[in-house]
């Protein structure tokens, strides 16, 4: 019976495991390999643990064919990429792995229904994860030996197989630049695929396969000591489907991590339109608008054209519509319109309360908010007063405009945690809103949205963080550039009641419009959380400052003040985890080439924020959708 058995296992792991249709693992080990160090195995396996912690096979198929580029063609022998395409392998049966593919025509042919299929004179690369059972004797003890890091009870077997002109299998070990481009490719999948975008509409819907949204995004890789070939960074495009790509010559450096399936070639002469604005889908503004143009105010939106292709620009007339597009918007009308399609993406529909502001002091009358309270600081009525020094009568019910009590967040720790003590992580406003019983009707979310974008970055983005905090320990996180927020001490004392009782944080807040009478003093929030005031600039002040472990900068507008320049220096030499949010991705685009320029890498990539204002703000001159903290990026995590 134990031979039978054994016999039964052995086909079974022949036809499914460590890579279906072409047999078990080989064997293979990496301590063969010629010229690679015990210290390079070592980020290998963390960087494949790390991708394993990110469970790509929940989502993703054989079919899901992704292309990969990693740095530039003559970086790789041959000069030309060694894998440009990959698939992830055993979501939907047998082992766990990826394949990666000389190229996008190896994949589709060698991809079958059921297994991989052997085409002769085809190479296919396999990374499959093994328990440590399974695995042959030589990397058992390479792991023991090395102490390799587990991805949770399985160990990456990396080989490379070649279908002979016979259908014979034969495997090598991988050589040292292979090994290279699949740890930028394992780095980069683990930031990226959780930002594919279900595609509704791909599949049938009796079908159980899940499509995707045309998609391509770049995030910077650091090369480990050992890997580095006289640079440090790396960057690495990955695109679904493969052979999805930047469309926009003239604008790719702008176009940032914006997926481009919207061409932007010159638009035929007889579709460039004047199209009045639409004040349904971008809402009826009273405010000024300014031209894109000519920069001229206009008042009267009947008199307002925008360009018919993206809906993003607004125009005093048909001659500045003309105009701009010959001189200017040509080149990048594709990319407004990839963002405009995020209206419905962004918006946060499960409000009852007013989400749009025609103009502030407009916006804050409809929700009975206007010179009240924090909300003062939501229009300019109060701009004749110093950031931090709004008069009030003390309260907590005085500081949210003295709405009714179950409107506004008391200053209560959170119950019904199961009596642990440990932070409480958050995905969503409706979360938040259910955790403190909330109507949705109420407008606080347009204030906590920076307090909670905080706990955000510092609970779910930044693992060091986390991880100090779980450990019961202080995080020092320097806030740069407060303005509003300096009166909303009230609101950021949530962030110590989603400490939930675990671990200290200490927020120093640091910019040129902390006041002097603010500056140099301190607001005990809570017992676990204290706000340091200091005023000046970051790189001027930071010698003075408590050493942080984290950096955030809300709706930074990098392109728009040069005193950055000095901030960003200090953040390189450093290498301190920092995040920045701005409104529209258009800024964000910015931001990521002010941020590369100072020699500073994204290492997260821009995605919305969950915890973004649901208040939709309209731009002068553009339609895009603009919202407070709308997206976040990162540098040095």
Known sequence: MDAHLKDLFDRFHLQFGSGPGLGPGSGTCLLKIDGLSPNFIKSFYRAAAALYRTDPWKRLRPAHLLGIRVGKDSDWPGKKQPFPCAQFVGGD???????????????????????TVRVPNSEVLRVNYERESLMGLSNRRMVRALSLEASSDRYPS????????KGEVRFRNP???????VYGFMKAVALVHPLLVEDKDSAPKWSRFLGFEAFIETVDVEWPPEMARGWDIVAVTLSCPPRQAYEDKGTSAAAGSTPTKYSVGGVPKDDIVDLKLN???????????????????????????????????????SACQRRHWKEAHKSSCGLYKAMMEREEELALKIFTFPCSIEDPCKWLESVGLHHKGMWRRKCNCYSHCPFGLLPGKGGLSDSWGGIDDEEYPPDIPFHGQDGMSSPVLLSSWSEFYNLRSLPLSSPVAAILSYPLTVSYILMALNISSKNLLLKGKEVVVHYLGPEGELDWMAAFAEIGHLLNGLGNLQIVMVGPEVPTELSGTMSGISS?????????????????????????????????????????????????????????????????????????????????????SPVRNHGLSSNLPSYSNCFVLGVNT
């Open 528 to 612: 676990r959380m204290r706000v340091n005031f200091v005023r000046g600039l970051y790189q001027e002040e930071a010698t003075y400052l408590p050493s942080p472990h984290l950096v955030i900068a809300l709706n930074g507008g990098l392109e728009s003040y040069a005193t950055w320049g000095g901030a960003l220096d200090l953040i390189k030499s450093r290498n301190v985890p920092t995040f920045f949010t701005d409104q529209t991705e258009l800024a964000c685009s910015s931001a990521k080439q002010v941020l590369r320029g100072a020699g500073l890498h994204i290492t997260h990539p821009m995605t919305p924020n969950p915890f973004r």
């Open 158 to 165: 990396v080989d490379v197989a070649y279908c002979t002109s």
């Open 279 to 317: 004040w349904g889908s971008v809402g009826k503004m009273m405010m000024m608008r300014q031209c894109a143009m000519c920069e001229e105010e206009v008042v009267h939106s009947e008199e307002l054209v925008s360009c018919g292709r993206c809906r993003a620009l607004v125009y005093c007339g």
């Open 175 to 181: 050589s040292v630049e292979e090994l290279r481009f």
């Open 93 to 115: 049966g047998g082992d766990l792995g990826f394949h990666m593919f000389r190229s996008q025509n190896d994949a589709l042919t060698m991809t079958g229904s059921i297994q």
